[in-house]
């Protein structure tokens, strides 16, 4: 019998090959086909503008200690200078009394329209880990990881008058643990603290180079868009941003799922040695 010619030409991957293989990088790009990540985060920048907002504005105007209102607060998520955070907060501030004429069942209905974008960064997290959707009975969930982002929110504005080391660090720290407790709450423990870290540390250095790609490109957008389109123009921008804020949510915990999955410590099984699923 002839032998078997090895190498390129017999059909050998090359060097090149074997590290794509080995990097599992199609992998990924195919798990974000299957999730529809940018439909997601259309999704997600969809809901944080019509039912999160409304329930963040009137918080903000709640607010005993008055910093600065929804506006304010946007401004500072988006890491705008002080001319584009004017814009924003011409368009962006509530009435005045938008506290006293909302009713305790508006302030409800506010609250449950918000608990819908809870479900819908579950759905995604279960997506991305294989997992069933969960029974209608845990909205709970949902709403109790909406309560924390409030408050993980409303942190964020209480440390701008921190030092700027000092408030990275604490923003970073406490950004975090926000986004690690909150994939393993809205699956009900069912992945281990330890597989979801990666996603959470992912997700915050997404939020992070999110932040200054706004304070770069977005911040001549409001300006020129406000002078151009008005107020459309000022929350096209906004959308976009948020559009980017979902995109880095799923695409997160996505990526840290796949450095769990294929670049993770492994066990071995018999002979071989597989990953730890």
């Given at each position: 019998?002839?032998?078997?010619?090895?190498?390129?030409?017999?059909?050998?991957?090359?060097?090149?090959?074997?590290?794509?293989r080995?990097?599992?990088?199609?992998?990924?790009?195919?798990?974000?086909?299957?999730?529809?990540?940018?439909?997601r985060?259309?999704?997600?920048?969809?809901?944080?503008?019509?039912?999160?907002?409304p329930?963040?504005?009137?918080?903000?105007?709640?607010?005993?200690?008055?910093?600065?209102?929804?506006?304010?607060?946007?401004?500072?998520?988006?890491?705008?200078?002080?001319?584009?955070?004017?814009?924003?907060?011409?368009?962006?501030?509530?009435?005045?009394?938008?506290?006293?004429?909302?009713?305790?069942?508006?302030?409800?209905?506010?609250?449950?329209?918000?608990?819908?974008?809870?479900?819908?960064?579950?759905?995604?997290?279960?997506?991305?880990?294989?997992?069933?959707?969960?029974?209608?009975?845990?909205?709970?969930?949902?709403?109790?990881?909406?309560?924390?982002?409030?408050?993980?929110?409303?942190?964020?504005?209480?440390?701008?008058?921190?030092?700027?080391?000092?408030?990275?660090?604490?923003?970073?720290?406490?950004?975090?643990?926000?986004?690690?407790?909150?994939?393993?709450?809205?699956?009900?423990?069912?992945?281990?603290?330890?597989?979801?870290?990666?996603?959470?540390?992912?997700?915050?250095?997404?939020?992070?180079?999110?932040?200054?790609?706004?304070?770069?490109?977005?911040?001549?957008?409001?300006?020129?868009?406000?002078?151009?389109?008005?107020?459309?123009?000022?929350?096209?921008?906004?959308?976009?941003?948020?559009?980017?804020?979902?995109?880095?949510?799923?695409?997160?915990?996505?990526?840290?799922?796949?450095?769990?999955?294929?670049?993770?410590?492994?066990?071995?099984?018999?002979?071989?040695?597989?990953?730890?699923?």
């Amino acid at each position: 019998m002839r032998r078997r010619r090895t190498g390129a030409a017999g059909g050998r991957p090359g060097p090149l090959h074997r590290a794509w293989r080995r990097l599992a990088a199609y992998a990924l790009i195919r798990q974000a086909r299957d999730l529809e990540l940018m439909h997601r985060a259309l999704g997600f920048a969809t809901l944080a503008l019509v039912t999160l907002a409304p329930l963040l504005i009137v918080v903000a105007a709640a607010d005993p200690l008055r910093r600065g209102g929804f506006a304010s607060w946007l401004a500072d998520g988006m890491g705008l200078p002080q001319r584009s955070a004017e814009v924003l907060t011409d368009i962006f501030s509530p009435p005045p009394k938008v506290v006293g004429s909302t009713s305790v069942l508006g302030g409800i209905t506010l609250a449950l329209f918000g608990v819908a974008l809870g479900g819908s960064v579950q759905n995604g997290y279960e997506r991305i880990w294989g997992l069933p959707p969960g029974a209608w009975h845990r909205v709970w969930r949902q709403a109790v990881w909406l309560v924390a982002l409030t408050a993980y929110l409303y942190q964020e504005v209480l440390t701008r008058g921190l030092p700027g080391g000092v408030r990275i660090a604490l923003s970073t720290t406490t950004g975090t643990a926000f986004l690690w407790w909150g994939q393993h709450f809205l699956l009900g423990g069912q992945v281990t603290w330890r597989r979801l870290l990666p996603g959470a540390l992912s997700t915050m250095a997404g939020l992070v180079g999110l932040r200054a790609f706004s304070h770069y490109v977005f911040t001549p957008l409001i300006v020129t868009n406000a002078i151009s389109y008005g107020a459309v123009g000022i929350v096209l921008v906004v959308e976009s941003w948020l559009i980017g804020v979902g995109f880095v949510f799923h695409g997160g915990a996505l990526f840290g799922h796949w450095l769990v999955h294929h670049h993770g410590p492994a066990r071995k099984h018999g002979h071989r040695w597989v990953r730890v699923r």
